[in-house]
């Protein structure tokens, strides 16, 4: 599926949140507005005011802007005074529900839905800084790696000039000050637009090539490392101004999965199913495919050794499928406006659910997809996969016991 929706199908090729606000208490934040989706099965647009202003203390402007960073984690959309919840806080309130008597996993789990969240929203910004230990200098030396290395593999593929640029300008980090930023620059990043009027003249060609100069600029850095730190910190991926030892284990198991080289630079492509719609592949970029469930695996086991992978299919996988079922009768209970019309538990939601809860629980990982395919091509066939567009499926339960 696509992890976050895009209105530039060609922006799924970076991995990176801009510039935004709300960025702080990531963890406790949405669990706060977890516990309201819970307990109403839906979040108004008054509710989630209401949040914002009172109990994360900002002001009105932030009511939007924490809508639209929370946006890029696929946990609300904010149209206008309708606010919708996506999938992601779906997932978080299927955990409260399925933990409800342990607070501790609950918490373990969220942290979990919100890892994968962020690296699939900003992995080749965070990563690149958790690497260099959020020191400046260093994360912008591979943030300036990161941006060649797409770029190396990308400008063999869309040769016109006029094509490369939006590429590039997608690729390519900037400043706030609306163009490419320099490591000396002192400006403000919040000061006035700059430049020539928008309604001037065209001064170079529609077919001239992009600008290559290219370095991160301090007010970029300034602006995105404390933030990340946070995160990191929420994540368990910092502690005393260190990275720690899972911090570390992910940095050295995600290459083996394709994404970045070991030490950096880090770059995570789209999923192999997101290249679809903008006719690539990942042997066009030469590349190995990357899917969700090998992100999940990797980041499950790095979080926790004892969750190591099981392999092959399990002997006993009745207790995988009765909790499959188990977290689609959630899904269904969690929204009291949507609840009639799920019929099908979206794989998007199902596989972080699974890895998420023997994360939490310190359990194997299940063999997920072997159990799912040996279940649909037996005899009794208690699931089956059905077709939702745009993704890998959903599974559609037949007379489980929940």
């Given at each position: ?7 530039n ?13 709300g960025?702080e208490?990531l963890?406790?934040?949405v ?8 307990e109403?099965?839906d ?12 109990k ?13 960073f929370?946006g ?22 299927i ?8 607070d501790?996993?609950?918490r ?16 080749d910004v965070f ?15 591979l ?16 040769k016109n000039?006029?094509?490369?640029r939006?590429?590039w300008?997608?690729v390519?980090?900037r400043?706030?000050?609306?163009g ?12 006035p ?10 001064r170079?060609?529609?077919?001239a090539?992009?600008s290559?100069v ?10 995105i490392l ?23 284990t992910i ?8 994404i970045?080289?070991?030490g950096?630079?880090y770059?995570f ?10 006719r690539?592949s990942?042997?066009?970029?030469g ?14 086991e790095?979080v ?8 092959g299919?399990?002997d006993d996988d ?10 689609h009768?959630l899904?269904k ?5 949507r ?5 099908q ?8 659910l ?5 994360v ?5 990982i299940?063999p997920?997809?072997e ?10 066939r208690?699931?089956?996969?059905a ?11 037949h007379?489980?016991?929940?």
């Amino acid at each position: 599926m696509v992890a976050i929706v895009q209105s530039n199908p060609y922006a799924c090729l970076s991995r990176k949140i801009g510039y935004s606000v709300g960025l702080e208490n990531l963890l406790e934040n949405v669990l706060s507005l977890a516990a309201i989706y819970v307990e109403r099965r839906d979040v108004s647009f008054s509710n989630w005011r209401d949040l914002v202003v009172k109990k994360f203390e900002r002001g009105e402007r932030a009511v939007l802007e924490i809508a639209n960073f929370f946006g890029t984690l696929n946990l609300i959309k904010l149209m206008g005074r309708e606010l919708h919840v996506l999938h992601a806080l779906d997932s978080v309130a299927i955990l409260r529900q399925y933990f409800k008597d342990d607070d501790a996993q609950y918490r373990r789990s969220v942290q979990f839905i919100l890892l994968k969240g962020i690296l699939e929203a900003d992995g080749d910004v965070f990563l690149n800084c958790v690497t260099a230990n959020f020191e400046a200098d260093a994360t912008a030396k591979l943030l300036e790696e990161m941006v060649r290395w797409k770029w190396e593999r990308l400008k063999h593929l869309f040769k016109n000039p006029a094509a490369q640029r939006p590429i590039w300008d997608i690729v390519s980090i900037r400043s706030q000050l609306g163009g490419t930023g320099h490591k000396d620059a002192k400006t403000s990043p919040f000061a006035p637009r700059g430049g020539p009027s928008p309604f001037e003249p065209r001064r170079d060609p529609i077919d001239a090539a992009p600008s290559l100069v290219f370095e991160v600029a301090e007010s970029y850095l300034r602006k995105i490392l404390p933030t990340r730190k946070g995160w990191a910190k929420d994540l368990g991926l910092l502690a005393n101004s260190e990275v720690t030892t899972c911090a570390r284990t992910i940095l050295m198991a995600l290459p083996q999965i394709g994404i970045g080289v070991t030490g950096g630079p880090y770059y995570f492509w789209p999923y192999a199913i997101d290249l679809g719609p903008i006719r690539l592949s990942a042997k066009d970029l030469g590349i190995e495919p990357i899917s969700e469930w090998q992100v999940l695996k990797c980041l499950g086991e790095s979080v926790n050794s004892s969750v190591a992978p099981q392999s092959g299919v399990a002997d006993d996988d009745e207790a995988i499928i009765e909790q499959l079922a188990e977290f689609h009768t959630l899904y269904k209970a969690a929204s009291a406006s949507r609840g009639s019309i799920r019929h099908q538990l979206p794989l998007y939601i199902a596989q972080p659910l699974v890895v998420a809860s023997a994360v939490a629980r310190q359990a194997k990982i299940p063999p997920l997809q072997e159990i799912i395919a040996k279940e649909t091509h037996s005899a009794k066939r208690r699931l089956m996969i059905a077709n939702i567009r745009g993704t890998e499926g959903g599974l559609v339960f037949h007379g489980v016991r929940t």
